[in-house]
């Protein structure tokens, strides 16, 4: 090794030789000795590259090898070092300039840098022979001039360091000439100078010693023990100067390449000749090519591989059978034909899996390398990329390189991956072709609003909710993914309703549950209006709104309330007195109340909870008239007690009870009497009037309110039908009521009370029914959604809804 440390101490290690540069490129060139230590430093590409250190490792910069182990490795800090000995001589084979070829690759931005590193030879390496001995028979009649080549030295080294100089020990027969064969390096021939005699001398012993011009030169030496034959005085001589012939890569074995030709001019053995490869045909030429030892036909043994050598050079010796062998040589030129036998390969350089969904045109994706190991038109590689993708492919600026970068927008929402395959073909023929396919993933951006699942939103909430429960939710979607598609919500205080309404709402930001600050009174309030916002949670967050009407929906809380009679401590009790002469059917008074209340909550029914005489006096249930059922005999109370029931129709029913003393006077009495109660009953009416008059328009503004919200949904159901009422002539003015109800594929509304007097309800009857033709029913009733509701009005205030 101290010859190979000066050599090393006297090289310059590093040098720049070749340094251009691009918008994305940049080759260096080093220069180093083989057979250094592993670990040992080539360069600091870092530094040489003018790269900053800092973001050295964010930016990824690394080595792309190939498929073989590496022979260098970069560091962390930028410098290239040797990972392994490289032996020159097993790199590169037979290569006059031994140059290895690394590329590198450094991230944002996306740059290439070609790194050449050339392998210098050192003269590890001495010159060898294949045989430590050889053995020439040659006759005594042969004469001066004749030349007989020798096996050749060779050195694994290149250069100077390979085999240089033959020489021949001192001798007086022979000298010794060297041929050069270029490529083949040099060949000894045995130079006869002087005739040999057999009876003088019948062996002669020489020694061939090769060396090489290295500092310090080696050498390597080779017997040769010449034995002297009797007269076989004629060479075998080909037929033809030289022979060549070209052959198709990949040809099968036992594919006859061409046949030599020798003839010999000697009788017998002597003339009969042989064919045999040149004592300088080496192993590996041999594994690859044979001869017919008797036609000279040359045929493939092995595996010929145009990529691997393109031409070959064989010597082929014929020699005839005399007991004096003589030979003879002719070098024959096999020139390879290539073939299109190497699909194209595609190496991906850098690769970004993720690519934004709102990156620009011509965003950068991923760069390609291809390559084909095959020449000319077989070598020449296109490449495409599926059409189908939102990709496509721009040559860069070296050769064989590509750029696979956005040609059309991208959303994730509509395809969040894509597989893209990349087709390399050559131009052979028939051609051929190789695929890659790499995964694209798009990432998400925040380019979604939330989206409700319902807009408007309808809500029917029944009054007398506990505060603080939760009453009806809202959902919203975001097509995004993450914290993109992470929903919260709120109410919206935009509006001064909004503002109003959100003191008593409060919703849940995480899963759109609203409950109620309070306790909702439907004869307080029957609708309300508020939105609620959607906000997803990117940046910047994007938001929608939607639109939430509550009707509330009434619950009998409400119990009837007696306005006549009512006397002056305001108690329900009053007293009439009636002429003792009067008929049956006479009307005694009419107990007058209403409920707040609507629909059945607010439907009154009156009845006779306690009278002195049932067969006296009787009441209309509907109407609150008490009127006589027979007229008074002589032994009839003058005084009698009723107690009138006022009830609703709620599911739990709520009720009220008024008192009327009913007093029996002679005729002349009532008249004196009815003229003082009369003026003092014109006041009372005065009243009673006021607050019937205001009842019925509050209660018909509510109904004109409800039949409108009623007709509007129902035409949004393309609903389609007509209520009819029936009139009767002798109504009384007591505020009548309606009911819709369905049997079987008929819809009926009950209107009540408007009934004559003494007149009564029989179950099963369908009296004050009318039927109401169903038009929406045509082959097969549609079924209802899960929110669809069926809706009854009233007549005498709003609508009440109620769920199937």
Not at 283 to 294: E, G, P, T, W
Not at 457 to 463: G, K, P
Not at 568 to 581: C, D, H, K, L, T
Request: proline residues 4%; glycine residues 6%.
């Amino acid at each position: 090794m101290a010859p190979f440390g000066r050599f090393f101490e006297r090289f310059v290690f590093v040098f720049c030789t070749t340094f251009f540069w691009n918008s994305a490129f940049a080759q260096l060139r080093y220069t180093i000795p083989e057979e250094l230590d592993d670990g040992t430093v080539v360069g600091n590409i870092a530094k040489d590259l003018g790269l900053d250190l800092s973001a050295f490792n964010a930016r990824g910069f690394r080595l792309v090898s190939g498929s073989s182990e590496p022979l260098f490795q970069l560091k962390n800090t930028g410098v290239l070092s040797v990972q392994r000995k490289i032996d020159r001589e097993e790199v590169c084979e037979r290569t006059a300039t031994c140059v290895i070829k690394i590329k590198t690759v450094v991230e944002n931005p996306l740059e290439v840098h070609y790194v050449n590193v050339e392998i210098l030879d050192v003269n590890d390496h001495a010159p060898t022979f294949q045989d430590n001995e050889t053995r020439l028979e040659i006759s005594e009649s042969a004469l001066p001039g004749a030349r007989f080549q020798l096996q050749r030295a060779r050195d694994p080294d290149s250069g100077s360091n390979s085999v240089q100089t033959y020489k021949l020990s001192q001798n007086e027969h022979f000298r010794l000439e060297v041929m050069d064969r270029g490529e083949d390096g040099k060949i000894p021939v045995l130079h006869l100078h002087k005739a040999l005699d057999k009876e003088t001398a019948r062996s002669h012993r020489l020694l061939l010693t090769a060396a090489d011009a290295g500092k310090p030169p080696r050498s390597g030496n080779m017997n040769i023990i010449i034995d002297v034959l009797d007269v076989n005085d004629n060479m075998p001589t080909f037929t033809q100067d030289s022979y060549s012939a070209v052959l198709n890569e990949n040809s099968p074995v036992g594919t006859t390449i061409l046949q030599v030709n020798a003839t010999d001019v000697d009788d017998g053995l002597n003339g009969e000749v042989v064919y045999s490869f040149g004592s300088n045909v080496d192993s590996k030429l041999r594994q690859l090519f044979d001869v017919d030892v008797v036609t000279g036909e040359i045929i493939v043994k092995g595996l010929i591989d145009f990529e691997a050598k393109d031409r070959y050079q064989l010597d082929i010796k014929a020699s005839d059978k005399g007991q004096v062998s003589l030979s003879t040589e002719k070098s024959v030129i096999i020139k390879i034909l290539d073939l299109n036998d190497n699909a194209p390969e595609i190496e991906v350089m850098s690769f970004s899996s993720a690519i934004p969904e709102n990156s620009k045109f011509g965003t950068t994706v991923a760069l390609l390398s291809v390559h084909d190991e095959d020449s000319g038109l077989n070598g020449k590689v296109t490449c495409s990329i599926s059409e189908e993708a939102p990709f496509t492919l721009t040559p860069s600026l070296q050769d064989n390189m590509y750029s696979i970068v956005t040609k059309s927008q991208l959303d994730r929402e509509h395809q969040p991956r894509y597989e893209v395959t990349i087709t390399a073909r050559d131009a052979g023929d028939p051609p051929l072709s190789s695929y890659k396919t790499i995964t694209v993933t798009v990432s998400d951006v925040n380019d979604n609003r939330p989206v409700f699942s319902v807009s408007p939103v309808t809500f029917y909430l029944m009054e007398n909710n506990g505060a603080g429960r939760m009453l009806f939710s809202v959902s919203a979607t975001d097509s995004d993914e993450g914290d993109n598609a992470l929903v919260t919500y709120s109410i919206s205080r935009t509006r001064e309703e909004d503002k109003r309404m959100s003191t008593f709402l409060n919703i849940n930001s995480e899963n759109g549950h609203i409950s109620a600050l309070k306790s909702f009174d439907f004869e307080t309030v029957k609708s309300f209006q508020f939105q609620v916002v959607a906000t997803d949670s990117g940046s910047p967050s994007l938001s929608s709104n939607v639109t939430v009407n509550v009707f509330i929906l009434d619950q009998n809380d409400n119990p009837p309330v007696i306005l006549y009679p009512v006397n002056s401590n305001g108690s329900a009790e009053g007293v009439e007195e009636i002429p003792r002469n009067v008929n049956a059917g006479h009307l005694v008074t009419k107990v007058r109340a209403y409920d707040a209340d609507v629909g059945y909550n607010g439907w009154l029914l009156f009845s006779l909870q306690q009278v002195s005489d049932h067969s006296l006096f009787g009441l209309d249930r509907y109407t609150g008239q008490i009127r006589t059922l027979r007229s008074f005999t002589e032994t009839d109370e003058a005084e009698h007690k009723l107690v009138i029931l006022v009830k609703d129709n709620g599911n739990v029913s709520l009720s009220a009870t008024a008192t009327v003393l009913v007093k029996v006077v002679e005729p002349k009495e009532a008249f004196a009497a009815s003229d003082v109660k009369s003026s003092a009953k014109v006041d009372e009416d005065t009243d009673v009037t006021f607050y019937l008059m205001i009842t019925l328009g509050s209660v018909s503004v509510l109904f004109i309110i409800s039949i409108i919200v009623l007709i509007a949904m129902q035409c949004s159901k393309s609903t389609d039908y007509t209520s009819k009422y029936l009139q009767e002539t002798n109504y009384d003015g007591t505020l009548c009521h309606s009911i819709q109800y369905r049997s079987g594929d008929k819809r009926y509304m009950l209107v009540g009370p408007r009934m004559s007097i003494g007149s009564t309800i029989v179950p099963g009857s369908h009296a004050n029914t009318l039927v109401l033709p169903d038009r929406r029913r045509t082959s097969e009733e549609p079924k209802a959604p899960s929110n669809d509701w069926r809706y009854s009005a009233s007549l005498r205030a709003g609508g009440v809804m109620q769920r199937p």
